[in-house]
């Protein structure tokens, strides 16, 4: 839960902050919980399966991606429905 009481259902994280990087916002405010939102990496940095681990991260999404893919991992983690072709 943030400052102002907001409960996101999905947090997109890129690892490259300006004075933090992902990884600590990880280790801190958003450690794994019970009833912590997912949190997507996002990044143009490698990040291996045993860093996800380690970390807590529910996934990642490698830069550059995809708009299709963005949403589609997005919908994914929120639990809707995957688009179908028609």
Request: proline share 12%.
């Amino acid at each position: 839960v943030f400052r102002w009481g907001v409960r996101p259902g999905l947090v997109l994280l890129d690892l490259n902050l300006p004075g933090h990087s992902g990884w600590d916002l990880l280790r801190g405010s958003l450690a794994p919980a019970p009833g912590r939102a997912p949190v997507v990496i996002i990044s143009a940095m490698t990040v291996s399966p045993r860093q996800l681990r380690e970390s807590g991260a529910d996934g990642y999404l490698p830069k550059p991606f995809a708009l299709a893919t963005f949403l589609e991992t997005v919908k994914r983690f929120l639990g809707l429905p995957p688009d179908t072709a028609t």
